[in-house]
């Protein structure tokens, strides 16, 4: 993924990076590729809870944001999320409806 970005965009571009990873990881989970989505949700996690303030906002706005955490149809998947995420999640407004039907 890295390799084709640079070519094609002849550097790293952050937030377009992880936008593409977006929708990796949402692939993943369609095909039921659930290690490859643990695997990744679990640096997702990690760069979240970065000192960096960047790589927080850029997990907060290229991941979650494009995950869509206010569309119920996102929820369950959601719901699957290390607690960094979920909490970023819910900010944007993302509700548990399993857990908080009100």
């Known amino acids: 993924m890295l390799h084709g970005h640079i070519?094609?965009?002849h550097e790293v571009l952050p937030h377009v990076l992880f936008g593409d990873l977006t929708g990796f990881v949402l692939h993943a989970?369609?095909?039921g590729d659930e290690e490859l989505v643990r695997r990744c949700l679990t640096f997702l996690a990690?760069?979240?809870?970065?000192?960096d303030a960047r790589v927080c906002e850029l997990?907060?706005?290229s991941f979650?944001?494009?995950v869509g955490p206010?569309?119920?149809?996102?929820a369950d998947f959601i719901a699957s999320w290390p607690d960094a995420l979920r909490d970023e999640a819910s900010d944007q407004g993302w509700r548990n409806y399993d857990q908080d039907p009100g």
């Open 59 to 61: 997990v907060a706005v």
């Open 64 to 66: 979650v944001e494009n």
């Open 29 to 31: 989970h369609q095909q």
């Open 46 to 51: 990690l760069a979240m809870k970065s000192a």
């Open 7 to 9: 070519t094609d965009y």
């Open 70 to 74: 206010w569309d119920p149809a996102t």
